[in-house]
């Protein structure tokens, strides 16, 4: 007699199908689990996260103050001070147009400004960055004279033209050495004339009046 197999059919039916609910369950509570996680993180990130303080772009033109043409390849250094802490120096190279730009330094800061161009006077100037840009033109000189420290002859202080600086030193009267003390030095002593020697011979006789 053969026995009836599908009440056992329709109990594994009902098995498989608990254990896809119960596996897709476990899937769902690990997914959600995971996205709670990465919220954590990410809160918990963005509370210790400090955006970077606020930066100004700062653009400077160099020129010849006596033709307003631009000076290519003059050095631009940069040094910026804000709340007493100094950020450093940034050196820049000015382009075909005379021109160098930076955008990191900080805003509300104090900048020093500073140029070197071959065959000018060195510029320096402090400059204040309140807003997110700000544009300055800097008219570069030729060298001037120097006051030296030394004296002249006259007392006065020297003036000194651009160029290579020499001391100036005060000359110490000449004067011309007598016979004892190049004599003294083993030096020659001028050269005189010769005294005219004595005559010798008779005496000359006195012519006397004739008597009468």
């Known amino acids: 007699m053969p026995l009836d197999r599908r009440p056992r059919t329709r109990t594994g039916r009902a098995l498989v199908l608990c254990l896809a609910a119960l596996v897709f369950s476990l899937a769902s509570l690990h997914t959600l689990a995971q996205e709670n996680n990465s919220t954590s993180a990410s809160e918990e990130h963005g509370r210790k996260y400090k955006a970077p303080p606020d930066t100004s772009q700062v653009e400077v033109t160099v020129l010849k103050d006596f033709n307003q043409k631009p000076i290519m ?45 071959d065959g000018f006077a060195t510029f320096a100037q402090e400059y204040r960055v309140d807003g997110p840009s700000r ?23 020297a003036q000194m033209p651009p160029g290579i600086q020499v001391p100036i030193r005060p000359k110490s009267a000449t004067t011309t050495p007598s ?34």
């Not at 544009?135 to 202080?157: E, T, W």
């Open 73 to 117: 390849n003059a050095a631009v250094v940069f040094n910026p001070v804000k709340d007493g802490v100094d950020e450093g120096n940034l050196e820049v190279k000015t382009d075909p147009d005379g021109k160098a730009k930076i955008d990191v330094i900080p805003t509300g800061s104090n900048v020093t400004i500073q140029v070197i161009a």
């Open 179 to 212: 016979a004892g003390a190049a004599g003294a030095t083993g030096a020659p002593a001028s050269a005189t004339a010769p005294a005219t020697p004595p005559a010798t011979g008779p005496p000359p006789v006195s012519a006397a009046a004739p008597q009468q």
């Open 135 to 157: 544009k300055i033109v800097i008219k570069m000189l030729r060298p001037r004279a120097q006051v030296s420290a030394y004296i002249d002859n006259n007392g006065k202080p």
